[in-house]
């Protein structure tokens, strides 16, 4: 048995339990063993029952005093009661319906049990507790992440007869000269005592060599995928156009908008390709930024590429685009997964012949039959949205092309450099003259419908609003969720208002007309999901409402907002919340003090949740299983070292000895389709 055994031929995995495997992201023994704890059961510390805490689950050492007593309570229930003692205090077990725990229990004998204590007036209670033969071990036991139907047990013996019968001679991925530099355990006992420890202390070392690794395949990968800082650059650019671009714009340039493109346009005329990132807060005007360097670009007589993550920001950028550039005779092409197939086979012959210069689209553009002719800048916009992955493949389109990406999440600078290598960053600091600030309110729901009375008056003023539905729970559809809520207002409290509907599962088209009708002003009022969180720019909508908000993150909050106080009205956002727990009240309070989205990402950052790994997921990087980037950054900086070390011996792991490595690198990124790590 090796890690790419189908977990189906396991013993005791058959079809049904093999399915929900599957739904903890397990297919091979592979994924088996890289389902590490949540957390550990102590049974090494063993407390007295009077000095036990009463709020966790302890173990507690004692003799049965009395032979188990067996009570049905109902067809169905039978409850097994005995006492036991420690020799200081007596605590009463209760058994419920587990006829083979209680028949354990031999009277006279010492056991483990392992439970909840709880204290009434008269005596120590433990239900249904775990018991165990003391044997003089010490234990410490994993608990894994559940789904119905899986209990912790079964996959602990199921890892436990897997880690049996694995083969002993798995190849370790790291290499030996790596383990003894760094004092990291084999990868056979890291897996072993990161389920079974033996000892905290071997716990502690598996988890360290297990974090080590991770970050050492994460950061393998993103140079695999880069390697590009030390080319030539494909498309230098010889003029500086910006003046030109300048007058084409209804407005004058903020000092930071400036700023920004002259860094980039200096970028580009160097000898290496670019690769920047921009941040700037919503609002903050980055799409023109993106319209100067294409201009700029394209004047240089190559093409550009314009990449957002939803067919509707797509559709956006693509009409202000062609507003600004097309007076200037730039052919610009709409290239999304609607575009029919007639269309896509035209604009594809006018991209691969160079007819056109500008594309915009969704990932579309990043199919393999997409070809250029002599593509130059690649931008894509909110960058978090997309998989490091997506971004590299458009990048391997043009020889060598500069590379911006843009981005409203902040990211810490130490997590930018590492995601990006060596990207330069520029920031976009200064919103465009005559915003208002969005004041904020959190209200309960108690208040709900003055905030929907709120909403009304907007309307007749001739503004808009915005609506966010509630954040559906897991295993919740959105569509319905979304349906209901949309009937609701549309028919009850908006009934003489015309609303719509935006969610993520409608069909492009029908997506796309709902928010024509929104920008064109037919449609007042938009119930949507989070879908409109990125980029849209509507100048009238002046009201955003957002149900049970405390079950957003902050900066999704920010960005939501962010699509309301984009003109010179004064806009309101009112966050709804029946959250009683002090954390959330304080963040929403947050939301309602601040609209610095710098500021708002660090609480975040602060308040992230257990396995909320940051920056992997939010920042399109492979979900992590151990390591965490931000408390790991220790370990962080190290493999970073020894990632180069590596590549700087073996550029590409080509060679015999890094195989495995190359492999591990592959499996974290998911990526069998990225010509780099091929
Ligand atoms: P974001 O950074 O969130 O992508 P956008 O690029 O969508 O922001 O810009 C937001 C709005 O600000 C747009 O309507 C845009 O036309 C406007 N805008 C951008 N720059 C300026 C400027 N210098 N002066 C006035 N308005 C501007
Ligand atoms: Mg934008």
New binding site residues.
Partial sequence: MNFNTDIRYLKGVGEKRALLLAKLGVGKVGDLLRLYPRLYEDWSKIFTIDQAPLDRPVCIKAKVLKAVSEHRVRPGMVIYKTEVSDGRSLMQITIFNNKYAAQKLAVGKEYLFWGKLSHNLILYEMNSPEIENPDGNNIIRPVYPQTAGLTSRMLANLIKSVLKSLDKKTLDPLPPQLLEKHNLLPLNDALLNIHFPKDFAMLERARHRLIFEELLFLQLGLYLMKGRDKTASGAFIEKDYTHDFVSL??????GA?ERCIAEATKDMAKAHPMSRLLQ???????????AALIYNVVKNSFQAALMAPTEILAQ?HYK?FSQILEAKGIKIALLTGSTTAKEKKLIKDSLADGQIQLVIGTHALIQRDVAFLNLGLVIT??QHRFGVNQRALLGEKGVNPHIYV?S?TPIPRTLALFIYGDLDISI?DE?????QKIETYAVGSDLRERALNYVKKHLDKGLQAYIVCPLVEEGESEMAAANQYFQELSQGFFADYSVGLLHGKMKAKDKDSVMKNFVDGQVRLLVSTTVVEV?V?V?RAAIMVIENAERFGLSQLHQLR?RIG??SHKSTCILISDAQNEESKRRLEIMTQTNDGFLIAEEDLKNRGPGDFFGSRQHGLPELKIADMLKDADILKTTRLEAENLLKADPELLQEQSKALKTAVKDLFGLKAMSALN
């Fill in positions: 714009l209804p407005f004058k340039l903020t908008q700037g807060d919503v609002g903050s005007g980055k799409t023109v930024v993106a956006q202000t916009d909110e843009m409203a976009l919103l465009p003259p005559g915003r980029g720019d100048a962010g984009r003109g």
